[in-house]
């Protein structure tokens, strides 16, 4: 059973991790946009927005 504590760990870090780049790229995106006007920029922020809910949706389903 140690070993899959041990996955089950790693699964979460690269959750976490995953995260915080949609995070980034999201507020990139998002910055861009709002400088530039750029449609394309607002279409990969919600794209990166979607991504995060996901990954935020899969660290609860690994957490209950």
């Known amino acids: 059973m140690v070993i899959g504590r041990r996955l089950m760990k790693v699964d ?4 976490d991790d995953l995260l915080e780049v949609q995070r980034r790229r999201e507020e990139a995106e998002r910055r861009l946009a709002e400088e530039t006007g750029e449609h394309a920029a607002i279409r990969r922020a919600d794209k990166h927005a979607y991504l995060r ?4 949706e899969r660290e609860k389903s690994e957490d209950g």
């Open 53 to 56: 809910e996901k990954l935020q």
């Open 12 to 15: 979460e870090d690269e959750t």
